[in-house]
Structures are given as C-alpha cells and as structure tokens.
C-alpha cells in the first residue's frame, strides 16, 4: 500500500532461433518492462528489427492516416476477426478514401477562392455603382478605398497631382475618380493616400454589376458546399462500413510493428540474444511457465534480483550470481548447442544490474485510494525506492476540502458529479477525478451536517441536531455573524491545529525513510524537525507568556469557548531561568533549541529555514480563511432572494417563513432587517431572485472547486510532500498490447 508493487529484473538468454517465439510469447503476457540495452558488453549489438518491420510500420502509417481521415475513434467498433486477404482490402479502402479526400481538398480550395470574391465584392456592393464604372479609364484615376470618408477626401483635396476630383461613398466605402495634372505619376490617389489609414480594394474583373456577380458567386458557393456534402457523405459511409477493419488492422500491425522492434532492446550476437527486464515478483513464475511452453530449454531464464525499497539505492537480490558480464563466445556456444540439440542455453556468468536501468513504479493501493493516484501524478509518479503518498492524500484531501466547503447540499451535488464522471467516460483520468469528486462530496456533506448547513441555509441544524437528537453542541457556527464571531478565529486555529498533525506526519514519514541510511541520520535529519515543530508550537499554545500572545489560543476551547472541550492552554513547565533571557527557559523551548542544534549539526545550511515549522503551519489558516468566504457567499446569496435579520442577540435569520413585517411585530425595535429579499418584492423580483438563487449557488459551487480544491491540493504538494517525497519514477511499460477489437 505504502510501497509500489515488489518488482524483479530477469533476463531471457537463447539462441537466435527461438528469439521470435520469445518475443511473441513475452508480447502476449503483457508483463515484462523491457529495459533497453547500452551496447556496453563486449562483443554484443543491439539486434536488428525482425524482416517485415519496414512493411508492417508503413501499413500502420497508412492505417492511422486513413483514420485521421475518417475521424475514427477507438470505441466506435466491435472486436472481429481479420479475413484472409485483408492487405487487398487495406489498399482498396486507401486508394477510395484518397481520391475522395483529394477531391474533397479541390473543392475546399475552389470553396475558399469563391469565398474570397464574395468577400471582394461587399464593399462594390455597398457602392451600388457598376463594376465596369470603376475602371478602364486613361484620363482619370480610380480607385476603391475603405476608411474614413472625410480624412480621404481632406488628403486627395490636398494633393498636388490631383487637379479635380469626385468621391462615391457607401457607409465606410469610398469611390474617388480623380483628374491627375499634367506632371502627375500614374497613380496620384495612391499618392495622395500615403498618409492616411485605408483599405485599397481591387475592381473584380466582370462587366456585371455588384448584386449580379455575388449572385452568381453564391451559386457557384452553393454548388461547391453541396459536392462536399456528397463526399462527406461518401466518407462516413465508408467509416461505418470500414471502421471495424481498420481498427482490426491497426491492431494488429501494433502488434506486428512492436515484435519486430523488440530486438532493437536485446543484446545480440550472429547466433546468440540476452532480453532484461523488470517483471512485478509475483508474476515470475508465470513467465517462466509460458517461456517453457513455447520453446521448452531453449531459453535459459534467471531472476537476477529483486529490487529493495531502499530510498539509497540499494538492492537486495533472491540470491547470489557471479561477476561480470555475458561473454559473447559463451553465448554462441550456447546457441549452437541450442540449434544442435535443442538444450539449454546458458551464460558463464552474470551481472545484478546487466542492464543500469532503475525498476519502474506500479502503484499498489487499495480501490478506495486508486482515484487520488491521479493527483500523485499530477506532481511526479513516485521513485521506486519511496513511499507512495497516495493514502495519505486519500486521508486528507477530502477532509481538508469537506472542512472548507461543510454544506450537504453541494456535498450531494459534487457527489452527483463524481459519479457521473466516474462512471459515463472511459477516460482513465476523467473517471479518477470522478472518484476524487466523490469522495470530497462525502465530506463536503459530513461537514455539511457538523455545520448544519445545505446550501447555506441552516435547516439541517435545527432539524437533525435540535429536533431530532436534542443536541446542543452541534451543529457548529461558521462564523459569519457578529454573535459568532470567537467561532470565526475558533476556525483559524483548527486550520492551525490540521497543520501540525499533517505536518508532523510528513516528518515521521521522513524519519521512517531515513531509518535505512541509519538511526543516527533519521534522527538528526528528520528528528530535528518534529522537535522542533512541537517544541515551538506547544510553547505557543503554553501559559508561558500568555499576556503576549493572542487571548483566542487559550479560549477557543476554553469550557466557555466556541469549541468547549475544557482547554486554556498547556503549562509554562519552567525549567530554568537564563541569565539575559526575559522569561525562563521552558520545556518545550529546550525541545525546540535542542531539534534547531540536531539541524545545524546533521544539515547547516537548512538552519536558516528554522522558522518553516512556524510558517508552514500558517499556510494552513488558509482552510480557515477558504470556509469563511464560501459561507459568506452563500449567505449573500440566499440573502438576495429570502432576505434576512439580525436579532438582539446579534444572530442572523432568513426570511425564508415570514415576512420582513413579522420581524418588527416579533421583535419590536430589538432587531433589524438587513434586506427584505426578493423573494418578498413582488412577482417580477420574485422571478428574477430565483435566477440570482440558482446561478449564484452554480458560481458557489464552481468556486467551491477553484478555491477549495485548488487551496487544498496546494498545501498537500507544497506543505506535506516537501517534507518526505521527490517523486520522478518511471512508469511500468510492459511490452504487450491490449487485445480490445481483435478477437482472441
């Protein structure tokens, strides 16, 4: 749970003979993680890809291709078989789809060039004068131009090579006809426009007018639009018919590509191949068994270790094996015996890491905690070699986002969602947020009931807390209202409180991590910070100096308090008085010194970030600070529609049973309305507070998602695993593929 699943580095040694067989076999088992080989051993090669590799990756190209063409996906057929023949068949579809999609290219170009005219054309239309008025003129200049009417005229006005000129204007769309001088250059409009922002247009080439040539243009448009409608058509019935087969086919050249690639990660010689790789330790004797099925002692097959959890690097293996690597002439006297007499192929020796490389993670969790290996990931797949955090996400991140949301209503809602995503996509992510929605709407919703809320309004207090139970303590106030307003701080210090346990877990995991490198390192490493994280923070919640410090660390729990569990404080627990010092030394401050000296001792250069196990734990007020504004919001809401008072003990009431009138005939002058609500303002108000109240609980419950999501894994990546994990392991890629349209 703890750790990734047990993993084991074998390696298959044979003759060059049985290599396909081995590669098909271990290609069907789906389990071994190839480990590539470096071209280190002397008188090894990386082998070669199989003969047809060549042929088989240029079907799957045009497999893919055809496709991307078609806009095929992955579930849109049933698994079936392929039919003798199938390459026929293969380029049958090819040579049809390409000339269709050929086709279907010239007619998107003629499409956009018809297009384009159109386009040219507008501004003459909005003109209303001739095309064939515009141009074919030797005395005068014309020209076409959109702008600002009265800057082009003010410029060709101006102009020195224009004697006389006329403007035609359409909206934004000027016509200037001008006579040039006698000295002019040949284009004196252009001239004269220099200055100016304006948009030349090109006279169309047409003796027509403007309405009659877009006309004609948009029935060329629509002819165009209804032949690419006909080859669409001739596409997608070509998708339904061919979209099984394809998917087959790619399939099974996937499958084809990947065995006659495999040899590229094996060391070869003319007669001899060794294959690595890493295989979870439980499936080892499967592989053996289905190797000595296919090509009984033709292979010689070892576990060379199994890898160790050590943080440092170590490893511990199943059982001695000599030094050095493969010699090359052992193996090709191994293969000569293997095609001579079909024995077994074996090696003079062997190394424990042949190949260098790391073993590659498999997350082992339970089905609860599965979803949040998404969010692990997120941030970086866990090392091998380290704890998998995932559980203690599990354990956490629904808490912290319940404790900042608490209203069941949304809780339900978020869970709605969760199971909605979890269960109608087949995207592995999608339904592993869906799993992490699920579980924060259960909290969402447990600390809904703690605070007696469903979206906002404090109904479920007074009717399962009060009604129902007869409890007093519950339901527990947000805060919101000047009578509540110790609960308000009481909050800040439970986010403190959540802080130091969850921060004080991530130490202990460090310790616990440390302890393979030794005691003696785990505890000046990793001890150092649990001291002094506690020392600091029991000293601050201590009597010590309590005039200094804040009066709500000592009453939030006082038996009087808004928590009342009976707690003012721990004891000063003086030990001694230090000269120079203002008050005298106590327990948990030596604690503190003592873990900050282990530090400077163990690492001294982190002593300078000494004060994290005060600031960290402040980091955490921010779930405080989440819950109070997400009830604030909620209250407006709810405010804006219902109305609501404030009574003489400072406490605020919706108005969702009476009218605002009922507060001054039950209260008199004692309490007041803050806002009589819409819902009491007349139908139209009415109306309109029920679009505010239901897109303004969505915008609650967005922002539930942004805030409290976002605030919560914030302190999980940056606050919790800084403290103990690095992550960066390598994902288990085990050589195989899923059979999922190929019928076994």
């Known amino acids: 749970m703890l750790r990734p699943e047990r993993m084991s580095k074998v390696s298959v040694t044979g003759s060059r003979a049985v290599m396909a067989p081995v590669i098909e076999t271990v290609h069907d088992l789906n389990l071994v993680h190839l480990s590539d080989y470096d071209g280190s051993w002397e008188g090894f090669d990386n082998g070669n890809p199989i003969e047809g590799a060549d042929r088989a990756s240029e079907k799957l190209v045009t497999v893919r291709a055809l496709e991307s063409t078609l806009e095929l996906s992955a579930d849109e057929a049933e698994p079936g078989r392929l039919d003798e023949g199938w390459e026929d068949r293969l380029e049958e579809v090819r040579t049809r789809v390409n000339e269709l999609d050929d086709r279907r290219g010239e007619i998107t170009d ?60 359409g909206g934004d769309v000027v016509a200037i006809v001008a006579a040039p001088t006698a000295d002019a250059d040949d284009a004196p409009i252009d001239d004269a426009l220099v200055g100016v922002d304006v948009t030349r247009h090109s006279v169309p080439e047409t003796e027509q007018s403007p309405e009659a040539y877009v006309a004609d243009l948009e029935d060329e448009k629509a002819g165009l639009e209804g032949r690419l409608e006909e080859i669409d058509a001739e596409l997608e019935a070509i998708k339904r018919e061919e979209a099984g087969f394809l998917l087959r086919a790619e399939e099974e050249l996937t499958v084809e590509v990947q065995q006659a690639e495999a040899p590229l990660q094996f060391a070869t010689t003319d007669r001899a191949f060794v294959a690595e790789g890493w295989i979870p330790t439980d499936e080892y004797d499967r592989l053996v068994a289905a190797l000595d099925d296919a090509v009984g002692d033709s292979v010689e097959i070892e576990e060379l270790e199994r890898a160790d959890y050590d943080r440092h690097g170590a490893h511990s293996h199943t059982e001695d094996v000599q030094e050095g690597a493969p010699s090359a002439a052992d193996e090709d ?21 042949t190949m260098g490389d790391e073993p590659p993670t498999i997350q082992d969790n339970p089905g609860p905690a ?46 709605a969602i969760g199971a909605y995503m979890a269960t109608q996509f087949d995207s592995k992510g999608i339904t592993s947020l869906g799993g992490v929605a699920i579980w924060a709407g259960l909290f969402t919703t447990l600390f809904g009931f703690v605070y007696g809320e469903i979206f906002g309004l404090h109904i479920l207090g007074e009717v399962v807390w ?14 919101l209202e000047p009578a509540a307003g110790d609960f308000a701080l009481g909050w800040m210090v439970v986010s403190v409180l959540a802080g130091i346990v969850h921060l004080n877990i991530g130490y202990i995991l460090d310790f616990y991590e440390n302890l393979s490198h030794g005691f003696k390192d785990a505890l000046f490493h990793s001890g150092s910070w649990i001291l002094m994280i506690n020392g600091i923070w029991v000293w601050i919640f201590s009597a010590q100096a309590e ?91 709810n405010l804006l529609f219902f109305g ?101």
């Open 644 to 744: 609501a008072y404030e009574d003489p003990d400072g406490e605020f009431h919706f108005l969702r049973n009476h009218e605002p009138s009922y507060v001054a005939e039950h209260y008199g002058e004692g309490a007041e309305v803050i806002f009589n609500g819409l819902m009491h303002s007349g139908t139209a108000a009415l109306l309109g507070g029920l679009v505010i109240l239901v897109l303004g609980h969505i915008v609650v419950l967005v922002l539930g998602v942004t805030s409290a999501g976002l605030q919560g894994v914030r302190l999980e990546y940056v606050e919790f695993f800084n403290k103990f994990y690095e992550g960066g392991g390598e994902n288990y890629e085990p050589f195989g593929t899923d059979r999922d349209h190929i019928e076994d």
């Open 110 to 169: 003629e499409l956009r060039q018809v297009n384009e005219k159109i386009d040219r054309v507008a501004p003459f239309a909005e003109l209303g004068i001739d095309l064939d008025l515009l141009s074919g003129y030797e005395s005068v200049d014309v020209a076409v131009v959109e702008g600002p009417v009265g800057a082009i005229e003010d410029a060709v006005a101006a102009s020195d090579d224009v004697r006389a000129f006329e403007t035609f204007t």
């Open 547 to 637: 005039g200094s410090k804040p009066d709500f660390l000592f009453t939030t729990f006082a038996s009087d308090g808004p928590f009342p569990i009976g707690f003012t404080g721990f004891p000063e627990w003086v030990l001694v008085t230090v000269p120079g010092i203002e008050f005298p030394l106590s327990a948990p401050l030596l604690v503190f010194l003592i873990g900050l000296v282990m530090l400077i001792v163990s690492e001294p250069v982190e002593a300078v970030e000494s004060l994290d196990v005060v600031v960290n734990v402040f980091s955490y007020t921010r779930m405080g600070a989440v819950l109070l504004a997400k009830a604030g919001m909620a209250f407006v809401v």
């Open 466 to 479: 009060h009604d129902l139970f007869s409890v007093e303590l519950l339901p527990l106030n947000k805060g």
């Open 333 to 353: 006297d191994a293969a000569a015996d293997a095609d001579d007499q079909q024995q077994k192929a074996v090696t003079d020796g062997g190394s424990t890491v």
């Open 370 to 415: 599965k979803p949040f290996e998404l969010l692990v990931q997120a941030v970086n797949r866990p090392k091998y070699s380290e704890l998998d955090p995932t559980v203690f996400l599990f354990l956490t991140f629904p808490a912290f986002f319940g404790f900042m949301i608490g209203d069941a209503g949304y809780g339900i809602l978020y869970i």
